[in-house]
């Protein structure tokens, strides 16, 4: 290095000092962000927040009594609906599931140990028993 300006003396001085520079960004950005499924109601950083995001919108669109008998739960990026067979209809639950496959951070959602992928179509409503009958 040129010690009266901090100047690179070679091209390999550069290559050091752009590589430094880049690793650091990324470790910087990597850790600066939140993955969207860990992401709170309020926008902090929530180890359950896709399940309370879920939860939240699901409580909006129902009236307690439909809702009292369902859980939601996450694991990882999935979230998982779960209810006492018999206490919550088929359609609400088909319902429910659409609202958490649209949430921002899901990539899967699970109804009573029945595994469901997005995009939500007329698969979703034959996974669930009885429901095609």
């Known amino acids: 290095m040129n010690s009266q300006y901090n100047l690179p003396e070679s ?10 520079s880049s690793s650091q960004a990324r470790a910087a950005s990597l850790f ?3 993955p969207p499924e860990r992401i709170g109601l309020e926008g902090e950083y929530d180890y ?3 399940a309370k995001r879920v939860a939240s919108a699901i409580e909006q669109q129902f009236s307690e009594r439909e809702t009292q008998h369902v859980r939601v739960l996450q694991r990882g990026a999935v979230v998982v609906l779960e209810s006492k067979e018999g206490k919550v209809a088929y359609a609400d639950l ?4 659409g609202i958490a496959m649209a949430m ?3 990539v899967g959602v699970e109804v009573n140990a029945t595994t469901v992928f997005p995009p939500y179509s007329s ?3 034959c996974a669930l ?5």
């Open 11 to 20: 091209l390999q001085d550069i290559h050091v000092l752009l590589t430094a």
């Open 32 to 34: 600066s962000s939140i």
């Open 48 to 50: 359950d927040g896709l």
């Open 94 to 97: 088909l319902q429910m599931a």
């Open 104 to 106: 921002d951070g899901a």
């Open 123 to 125: 698969q979703l409503v």
């Open 129 to 133: 028993p009885l429901a095609c009958a």
